[in-house]
T-cell receptor, first 117, second 115 residues
Framework: AQSVSQHNHHVILSEAASLELGCNYSYGGTVNLFWYVQYPGQHLQLLLK??????LVKGIKGFEAEFIKSKFSFNLRKPSVQWSDTAEYFC???????????????FGQGTILTVHP | DAGVTQSPTHLIKTRGQQVTLRCSPISGHKSVSWYQQVLGQGPQFIFQ???????GRGNFPDRFSARQFPNYSSELNVNALLLGDSALYLCASSLGLRPSTDTQYFGPGTRLTVL
């Protein structure tokens, strides 16, 4: 069974600071990797996804993530955060068997990001 | 296009009662999944349905059941409610099961409180 670990429970930054949120997964096979965001009072939204190709994935709102297979990691980055990035961020993984995804999303415990203006 | 919709928004039940939660997927999406999110944790997988067939089940007791209808909408049923079932129940839909189509889009959730 797969599992996901997010390194930080709560990160506090000032506007314009750089962001990196850690995510490691454990699964011996092929995976699809996701970052979701939950803004205050809103539902989970997809930030970005990796399933093949370039391991550096660009998402919405200037976020990017890099898949490092040898480290089982999929860290989320943003060069300059804004107050509006305040939210909870979830890393998630699904397993792939052949050409089919096993649709169970396994989530990390989430990282709360607070950005001070 | 409308996103994933769920009803009701909030629900209060007492221990031992039964509850039915409903979900309508994004138009054209054939897969629906259910998750339970307890405060302070990431969502936990309950079920996935694709083309009306159960494709996966998480580590939840048999009190939890679900089904998918011909129009791809879905219901989650929970019997004999316990206090620990209090949570946000999320529905997600995806186009299909291939890596290029399996991205899950989430609804706003149903907040269930068991007293």
């Amino acid at each position: 069974a797969q599992s996901v670990s997010q390194h930080n429970h709560h990160v506090i930054l000032s506007e314009a600071a750089s962001l990196e949120l850690g995510c490691n997964y454990s699964y011996g096979g092929t995976v699809n990797l996701f970052w979701y965001v939950q803004y205050p009072g809103q539902h989970l939204q997809l930030l970005l996804k990796y399933f093949s190709g370039d391991p550096l994935v660009k998402g919405i709102k200037g976020f990017e993530a890099e898949f490092i297979k040898s480290k089982f990691s999929f860290n989320l980055r943003k060069p300059s955060v804004q107050w509006s990035d305040t939210a909870e961020y979830f890393c998630a993984v699904t397993a792939r068997i052949g050409g089919t995804s096993y649709g169970k999303l396994t989530f990390g415990q989430g990282t709360i990001l607070t950005v001070h203006p | 296009d409308a996103g994933v919709t769920q009803s009701p928004t909030h629900l209060i039940k007492t221990r031992g009662q039964q509850v039915t939660l409903r979900c309508s997927p994004i138009s054209g999406h054939k897969s629906v999944s259910w998750y339970q999110q307890v405060l302070g944790q990431g969502p936990q997988f309950i079920f996935q349905y694709y083309e009306k067939e159960e494709r996966g089940r998480g580590n939840f007791p048999d009190r939890f059941s679900a089904r998918q209808f011909p129009n791809y909408s879905s219901e989650l049923n929970v019997n004999a409610l316990l206090l620990g079932d209090s949570a946000l129940y999320l529905c997600a839909s995806s186009l299909g099961l291939r890596p290029s189509t399996d991205t899950q889009y989430f609804g706003p959730g149903t907040r269930l409180t068991v007293l």
